[in-house]
T-cell receptor
Framework: GENVEQHPSTLSVQEGDSAVIKCTYS??????FPWYKQELGKRPQLIID?????GEKKDQRIAVTLNKTAKHFSLHITETQPEDSAVYFC??????????????FGTGTQLKVEL | EAGVTQSPTHLIKTRGQQATLRCSPI?????VYWYQQALGLGLQFLLW???????NRGNFPPRFSGRQFPNYSSELNVNALELEDSALYLC???????????FGDGTRLSIL
């Protein structure tokens, strides 16, 4: 089955700096890669996603890049703010036609943005 | 538009009992997913229901089961509860099998 590794497990940055979180996956059938942000005691919230036919996607201060050949994808947050502090999870999934549709999650990155 | 709603918020049980957790998907969503988020273990896929049928299952024992009703809401049942079943159980829904999945606030299940 799919295995998703996520690094680093904790990341501390100064406000205004950039943060990068990296994930690798094992199943070449995976073609959908979302990122979720989970604040303490709250639900995971989808912040950005990318499909395998696209190499990069950007939404304001957040961007995701995907390298299908190397089976890795990354989350980039620019101009970090204190409200970006949370646990971030990457995930991978084949689509339902592949019999999957389940999300396999990474182990999470605790991001702390310091003033 | 209402999001995914789960009930109850908290559930306290003892070993050997049975627990039932409920989920209502976003209106119009037909797929419902269940995940377990145990402390330090991330989110683990449990079950996927679509159009009333179980479509996929994670690596959990058969005492974890569920169903999806005609209105697309879902129940997760956990029988013969064990201490290690203590976790946050999250439900997610998606539109017509197509990603993305949107999560509810979860049910915190505590086994004493």
């Amino acid at each position: 089955g799919e295995n998703v590794e996520q690094h680093p497990s904790t990341l501390s940055v100064q406000e205004g700096d950039s943060a990068v979180i990296k994930c690798t996956y094992s199943d070449s059938a995976s073609n959908y890669f979302p990122w979720y942000k989970q604040e303490l005691g709250k639900r995971p919230q989808l912040i950005i996603d990318i499909r395998s036919n696209v190499g990069e996607k950007k939404d304001q201060r957040i961007a995701v890049t995907l390298n299908k050949t190397a089976k890795h994808f990354s989350l980039h947050i620019t101009e970090t703010q204190p409200e970006d502090s949370a646990v971030y999870f990457c995930a991978a999934s084949p689509d339902f036609t592949g019999g999957g549709n389940k999300l396999t999650f990474g182990t999470g990155t605790q991001l702390k943005v310091e003033l | 538009e209402a999001g995914v709603t789960q009930s109850p918020t908290h559930l306290i049980k003892t070993r050997g009992q049975q627990a039932t957790l409920r989920c209502s998907p976003i209106s119009g969503h037909t797929s419902v997913y269940w995940y377990q988020q145990a402390l330090g273990l991330g989110l683990q896929f449990l079950l996927w229901y679509d159009e009333g049928e179980e479509r996929n299952r994670g690596n959990f024992p058969p005492r974890f089961s569920g169903r999806q009703f005609p209105n697309y809401s879902s129940e997760l049942n956990v029988n013969a509860l064990e201490l290690e079943d203590s976790a946050l159980y999250l439900c997610a829904s998606s539109l017509d099998r197509v990603q993305p999945q949107h999560f509810g606030d979860g049910t915190r299940l505590s086994i004493l």
